[in-house]
């Protein structure tokens, strides 16, 4: 059988290549990683086109069989390898996770805009429009409920690693690194992501990426 190959990213800048990333790495998935400049110029576009006709990368690629998106990789992962259960097993639950998920995928578009992911970034507040603290808020409040409900069976949003975890990965980041103040529940759950394994890997590999993207360094 063909392994894995993920296309991605920079790991400095790119929240949505780290997302089906950290999904595969934390659940011991093999995979070859292939890396992708970004904004770079047509070759580096011509390798991700080559690819997928989105023209964006993450793209994972299983043999004859190619996922782009990020949430799509995630569920595709999930469905490919059952052992790794990135979903909650029960229904209930699992509807909370998906849920939770789409709303990270499709929102929070102030809050991406006003705090880009940049690792090397000195941890520094910014000045933050009404949208963007409303986006913070929801997404403490998501956290606390899922803290709430779940925190019984272990300190990550449903208990174990899951793909929730995985798509809020970037918001860690975010959070960090614009000094953004939460309540210590959620602060605890960001301890949590910060010392797992693969997320420290992500972030530490990023951090000795040199290359710069002129048009994410003014946040």
Not at 80 to 91: A, G, K, N, S, Y
Not at 97 to 124: D, K, Q, T, Y
Not at 144 to 151: A, D, F, P, S, T
Request: one cysteine or more.
């Amino acid at each position: 059988m063909a392994a894995l190959k993920l296309a991605i990213g920079n790991k400095n800048y790119s929240s949505w290549s780290m997302r089906p990333w950290l999904a595969l790495r934390a659940s011991n998935i093999a995979f070859d990683e292939v890396f992708i400049p970004l904004y770079t110029g047509p070759a580096d576009k011509d390798r991700i086109l080559a690819l997928t006709r989105s023209g964006k990368v993450p793209v994972l690629i299983d043999g004859d069989i190619t996922v782009w998106d990020s949430l799509a990789i995630i569920e595709y992962v999930a469905e490919r390898f059952p052992q790794t259960r990135l979903w909650p097993e029960d229904r209930a639950s699992r509807a909370h996770a998906r849920s939770i998920c789409a709303e990270m995928h499709s929102g929070f578009l102030p809050l991406r805009n006003e705090c880009g992911m940049n690792l090397h970034r000195p941890v520094r507040p910014v000045a933050l429009s009404a949208d963007a603290r409303a986006n913070i808020a929801r997404i403490e409040q998501i956290w606390l409920e899922c803290r709430e409900r779940y925190g019984a069976v272990g300190p990550f949003l449903f208990g174990a690693f899951g793909a929730a975890d995985a798509m809020y990965a970037p918001v860690v980041h975010r959070f960090r690194t614009y000094a953004i103040e939460v309540a210590p529940e959620a602060k605890a759950y960001m301890e949590t992501m910060m010392a797992l394994p693969a997320f420290r890997e992500w972030t530490e590999a990023g951090r000795a990426e040199s290359l710069v993207i002129e048009k994410f360094e003014n946040l």
